[in-house]
């Protein structure tokens, strides 16, 4: 059973809903393995967890606010 784990940021449920269509798919149709085989585990982790550049992310999402 393929297992397919994404490390984001916080998302909407509706986000995660499209994300996880949309991979298991793409990840079917190249592999040829069934849809039904996949699962998919999103984890998510507040925004002043992550680093970019040395910025927290959270400063980088302000910064391109404006």
Do not use: C, D, R
Not at 3 to 10: R, T
Not at 32 to 44: G, H
């Amino acid at each position: 059973m393929p297992n397919i784990i994404i490390e984001a940021a916080k998302l909407t449920k509706e986000n995660k809903n499209e994300l996880i269509k949309t991979i298991t798919k793409t990840a079917s149709e190249i592999t040829k393995i069934p849809q039904t085989s996949y699962t998919v585990l999103i984890k998510e982790f507040p925004v002043e967890n992550w680093g970019i550049g040395g910025e927290s992310l959270e400063e980088i999402i302000k910064k391109n606010e404006h």
